[in-house]
């Protein structure tokens, strides 16, 4: 059924077709007229014969008439009845109307003699039969057209065989010939196309013809060698070669132009992307260095955050030391305070309390010599801290607030120091003072008295500022221990960031190589 549905939507089939159609409309055209002229030509024959027959039998019959001889008559009516195509003969009186003598045709043709009137369709021819120009009868021809259709028929059936011949002659021909000349090189282009169509652009039609059709295959010949061509130049571009010069055809050569542009594009593109490759390469190193160095001092600035936390935490432990020791000297200057009331039988007692106080001011100037030599340390290192702050940028700005508040409270542990070395010192003059004096205790005792007063204010002022440093010391360990924090997440960060800009570098130098297997124009850039 497929190929039967084919074959009826083919061109050989509706040419064929139209033709066979316009030949069939020609030659049944040409049957009407051929019929349409017969007909007229036999009936006009046919009213020929019996007007002829009706003009001599209008002669022969004066004498049988006349000499009322019926055997003559008869023979001769039979006579003109040797006509085939004559159907009856009726002789009628001089009045017309009576009948004096007629035959006609039987069933099989034959003659009979017939005394009724003829009824049916015949070509009728009468004449008048004279003597001597006095009517003495009328006889009348009926011409039947029976043979008349009966050769009609004929010509009707030879003008459908003939119209049959001439069509399957025409066909037959129209097949072979189109087959040859239009089928077949169709036929072949409809195969190379379809070959065309899978994508093999090898096919060449090489029909060497100087119709339509050779010069159809001429230029599909043509364009498959332009899109060869074409093929070939885009597979050198999908090979990396860039470097391709396209020819157009014309201004209307689209792919021509889809091609040239394409190439251009691909130029520009591949150059910039190689230059872009080249500065991420480059900025890949430099951010890898940098990452390295970030990692390397984040390092070195945890091992020195924890240094300084170490640092503050023995500052602290002497710190709360110092304020237990103010602490009991306070007490002790009370309890001078006390004893100076009691006069000069507690002097033994006061004298070995002024030893202790001289004592214990020697210790308190180590300590505070220890006090000042820590805050100077302290601030060398809060100093280190907000260089290496500034250093790691954003994500040391945290780091240099506190570091500032370690320099500030290191500044107030220096300035209380001091103070308390001068409060020593003064403690020290008033104590060789009373000493040089205790022979006049009695006399100086009431002086004495007001000295101990101030040193208890003086040691009570100390255990304050020994008690508020040591809770600042606190803050800065806490301080620090958030800063150690940072400190190594920016170590463990510094760490990643390096470790992705090697990658980075890696695929920057991966994607150069990638790239230089292109081939581009000298004028985009060299790879």
């Known amino acids: 059924m497929k190929n039967k549905f084919s074959f009826l ?31 007229a030509k036999m009936t006009n024959e046919l009213k020929y014969i019996g007007e002829i027959t009706a003009s001599q039998l209008s002669k022969y019959l004066v004498a049988p008439i006349w000499n009322i001889d019926e055997g003559q008559l008869n023979e001769t009516i039979r006579s003109a009845m040797q006509e085939k195509r004559i159907y009856s003969i009726i002789v009628r009186e001089k009045d017309g109307k009576k009948i004096l003598k007629a035959f006609k045709r039987g069933k099989k043709w034959e003659l009979i003699d017939s005394k009724e009137e003829n009824n049916g369709k015949y070509v ?24 008349v259709q009966v050769e009609l028929n004929y010509l009707i059936i030879n003008i459908i065989a003939t119209m049959l011949s001439i069509n399957i002659s025409l066909f037959i021909s129209l097949f072979l010939g189109m087959r040859k000349i239009i089928i077949y090189p169709v036929k072949k282009v409809m195969d190379g196309i379809a070959v065309i169509k899978e994508g093999d652009l090898s096919v060449r039609f090489n029909i060497k013809k100087n119709d339509e059709i050779g010069k159809l295959t001429k230029a599909l010949d043509s364009m498959l060698e332009q899109l060869n061509e074409r093929a070939n130049i885009a597979y050198s571009i999908s090979s990396g070669d860039l470097m391709q010069d396209i020819k157009l055809s014309s201004e209307k050569d689209i792919l021509g132009k889809a091609l040239q542009t394409m190439v251009d594009n691909l130029n520009g593109f591949i150059s ?42 023995e500052i602290g432990s002497k710190t709360k030391s110092n304020a237990n020791n103010s602490y009991v000297a306070n007490q002790r200057a ?34 505070t010599k220890t006090i000042n030599d820590i805050a100077f340390q302290t601030n060398l290192l809060a100093l280190n801290a907000s260089v290496e702050a500034a250093r790691a940028g954003k994500h040391g700005k945290g780091f240099a607030v506190v570091a500032e508040e370690v ?68 803050y800065i360990g806490q301080g620090l221990d958030q800063i ?20 980075l570098y890696a695929q920057a130098s991966e994607m150069r190589k990638l790239l230089s297997r292109f081939k581009i124009k000298a004028e985009s850039t060299s790879l």
């Open 407 to 474: 320099r500030n409270l290191a500044a107030k542990s220096s300035n209380s120091a001091k103070e308390i070395a001068t409060l020593i010192e003064n403690s020290n003059k008033n104590t060789s003072i009373v000493n040089k004096i205790a022979g006049n205790t009695s006399v100086a005792l009431d002086k004495i008295n007001e000295e101990v007063i101030d040193v208890a204010k003086f040691l009570s002022e100390i255990a304050t500022s020994t008690s508020e440093q040591a809770q600042g010391i606190t």
């Open 484 to 503: 150690n924090i940072i400190t190594q997440n920016n170590t463990a960060t510094a760490e990643e960031s390096s470790a992705a800009s090697e990658q």
């Open 272 to 313: 910039e992307l190689y230059r872009a490759a080249e500065q991420v390469d480059a900025g890949a190193k430099q951010l890898s260095d940098a990452s390295l160095s970030l990692s390397q001092g984040a390092t070195e600035q945890a091992a020195s955050v924890q240094e300084i936390s170490s640092s503050i935490t």
């Open 9 to 39: 939507n083919s061109i050989q089939f509706k040419i064929s077709l139209m033709l066979i159609t316009i030949s069939t409309i020609i030659l049944i055209c040409f049957g009407i007229f051929s019929y349409f002229t017969n007909r």
């Open 334 to 367: 009370i309890s001078a305070k006390n004893s100076s009331k009691s006069g000069v039988e507690q002097m033994k007692e006061l004298t070995d309390a002024i030893n202790t106080i001289i004592k214990s001011s020697k210790e308190i100037t180590k300590i």
């Open 124 to 147: 009728i021819k009468n004449k008048e039969i004279l003597f001597e120009n006095e009517k003495i009868g009328l006889v009348e021809v009926y011409a039947t057209l029976k043979f």
